[in-house]
């Protein structure tokens, strides 16, 4: 079991910055994978960025691609987005999740975060 706790989320105008985190609970964080999603009102959850559990991979939507980071820190058990010159349409509920495959699918992923919300205004 792992639980997902995501912080970092507020209010930013447009080409500013925020750095996301996820505190992970369990000594196997390193196991898996984890991914960021997000959640616009009336919209699908859609994919963001992924990691695999030792870090060495790394993959993003092309929305987000140069502007936003995924990173993480096993030994802290913390996983992070940072995310650098947001737009209004990167605003969303943002979640973190783990699982045993880097990947763009939501359903691959066991373990969810309760989300934080991301208000980018213009």
């Known amino acids: 079991q792992v639980q997902l706790v995501e912080s970092g989320g507020g209010l930013v105008q447009a080409g500013g910055s925020l750095r996301l985190s996820c505190a992970a609970s369990?000594?196997?964080?390193?196991?898996?994978?984890m991914g960021w999603f997000r959640q616009a009102p009336g919209k699908e959850r859609e994919f963001v960025a992924a990691?695999?559990?030792?870090?060495?991979?790394?993959y993003y939507a092309d929305s987000v691609k140069g502007r936003f980071t995924i990173s993480r820190d096993n030994a802290e058990n913390t996983g992070y987005l940072q995310m650098n010159s947001l737009k209004p349409d990167d605003t969303a509920v943002y979640y973190c999740?783990?699982?045993?495959?880097?990947?763009?699918?939501?359903?691959?992923?066991?373990?969810w975060g309760q989300g934080t919300q991301v208000t980018v205004s213009s």
């Open positions: 369990g000594r196997t964080f390193g196991s898996y994978a």
């Open positions: 999740a783990a699982g045993m495959l880097a990947t763009y699918l939501a359903r691959a992923y066991a373990y």
């Open positions: 990691i695999k559990g030792n870090g060495s991979g790394t």
